[in-house]
């Protein structure tokens, strides 16, 4: 399978619940970045995972969370949402660790109320 | 500071004209990407380019690695060009992209 496929699309949850969101890397790439991207804003790095480990993150709080699963295909998790979390979370999938670019996803938009 | 940053914000222009996008960077990096992004959300990876030059079609992508500077630029512009244009660096230090806030562009028929 080509290209990278994220679910769900769209998602409205209630401030305090949790949120798992869901990528599936192109087929061959072991490498997963999350990003949040606010409206106007260029998207943030979340975190990234190679080999079902996280091996990069950025200045996100420990209630964003993550897993990456022997197929490659991982989840982000987020606890106890806050209103700013509404944002498109991008994932992004490479090989490798050394840049040999990425390809993304198309986003899931959450909204938190 | 950013440590990306890209100018202009916002991008006007009329169908046939030819528009450059600027990104600068602070810090040392190994590659940088230009992104396209459309209203749905998805990202398009343009060029991934370390030096010189690249083109596509109609799309040019430079960089210059002592300026800490990258340009994009669109000849012939079309509608179909409108879109949000990022640029991202590669920081080989900690494995990771850092994005610029994007350049929404418009071309107008």
């Known amino acids: 399978e080509t290209g990278v496929t994220q679910s769900p699309t769209h998602l409205i949850k209630t401030r305090g619940q949790q949120v798992t969101l869901r990528c599936s890397s192109q087929?061959?790439?072991?490498?997963v970045s999350w990003y949040q991207q606010a409206l106007g804003q260029g998207p943030q790095f979340i975190f990234q995972?190679?080999?079902?480990?996280?091996?990069g993150r950025g200045n996100f709080p420990p209630r964003f969370s993550g897993l990456q699963f022997p197929n490659y295909s991982s989840e982000l998790n987020v606890n106890a949402l806050e209103l700013d979390d509404s944002a498109l979370y991008l994932c992004?999938?490479?090989?490798?660790?050394?840049?040999?670019?990425?390809?993304f996803g198309s986003g899931t938009r959450l909204t938190v109320v | 500071k950013n440590e990306v940053e890209q100018s202009p914000q916002n991008l006007t222009a009329q169908e046939g004209e030819f528009i450059t996008i600027n990104c600068s960077y602070s810090?040392?990096?190994?590659?940088l990407h230009w992104l396209q992004q459309h209203p749905g959300g998805g990202i398009v990876s343009l060029f991934m380019?370390?030096?010189g030059k690249k083109k596509h079609g109609r799309l040019i992508a430079t960089i210059n690695i002592q300026e800490k500077h990258s340009s994009l630029h669109i000849t012939a512009s079309h509608p179909r060009d409108s879109a949000v244009y990022i640029c991202?660096?590669?920081?080989?230090?900690?494995?990771?992209?850092?994005f610029g806030s994007g350049t929404r562009l418009l071309v107008r028929p």
């Open positions: 992004a999938s490479t090989f490798g660790t050394a840049n040999y670019g990425y390809t």
């Open positions: 087929s061959g790439h072991n490498t």
């Open positions: 995972y190679y080999r079902e480990e996280e091996n």
């Open positions: 810090v040392g990096i190994s590659a």
């Open positions: 380019l370390s030096s």
């Open positions: 991202a660096a590669w920081m080989d230090s900690s494995y990771k992209l850092i």
